[in-house]
């Protein structure tokens, strides 16, 4: 079964700086999908961006980007100019294109300060 | 936002008693599933829903059922409740049944077993 690792329970980051959250994945599927989630103090589970497996180009949303290395099975969150808005649980996902499993990482917890 | 609602939004029950937790849709999305949140283990896949009267089981099934008689809700049960289902539990929806379509997360239900 597919497992998703994010190492880094805890992280911080000054306002207007950049933050980089780690996330490995072990699997032997060859196309997939990988996800960060953002989980704020409400509890709701917010979609921050996607990538696709068989695209080489990382995803960008805004101040969000990824740096996915397949062969590594990596796929680190990057988020640029921290806000104070950006203070949450990210939790790092992987979904089979042929199944209906999803699996997610324990995830980090990013202290944004001021 | 995706229309999904979950009721009731908190619980607290005692050891021994059933307890029926509601996701409603509003969006006619074909696939729903119902997912635990617990510390150090991010969200895991309980049960899944791939059509009226048609469901799967998922990570970890055991303790749980659910039924969907109707595309727009999603029930899930807990036959007689233990304190190990002490949880975060959270419904999603999606339009198709792999990486490729989306998930949109509903609010949360938090359940307190005594």
Partial sequence: ?114 | DAGITQSPRHKVTETGTPVTLRCHQTENHRYMYWYRQDPGHGLRLIHYSYGVKDTDKGEVSDGYSVSRSKTEDFLLTLESATSSQTSVYFCAISEGGTGRSKQFFGPGTRLTVL
């Fill in chain 1, 1 to 114: 079964a597919q497992t998703v690792t994010q190492s880094q329970p805890e992280m911080s980051v000054q306002e207007a700086e950049t933050v980089t959250l780690s996330c490995t994945y072990d699997t032997s599927e060859s196309d997939y999908y990988l996800f960060w989630y953002k989980q704020p103090p409400s509890r709701q589970m917010i979609l921050v961006i996607r990538q696709e497996a068989y695209k080489q180009q990382n995803a960008t949303e805004n101040r969000f980007s990824v740096n996915f290395q397949k062969a590594a099975k990596s796929f680190s969150l990057k988020i640029s100019d921290s806000q104070l808005g950006d203070a949450a649980m990210y939790f790092c996902a992987y979904r089979s294109t042929n199944y209906n499993d999803m699996r997610f990482g324990a995830g980090t917890r990013l202290t944004v300060k001021p």
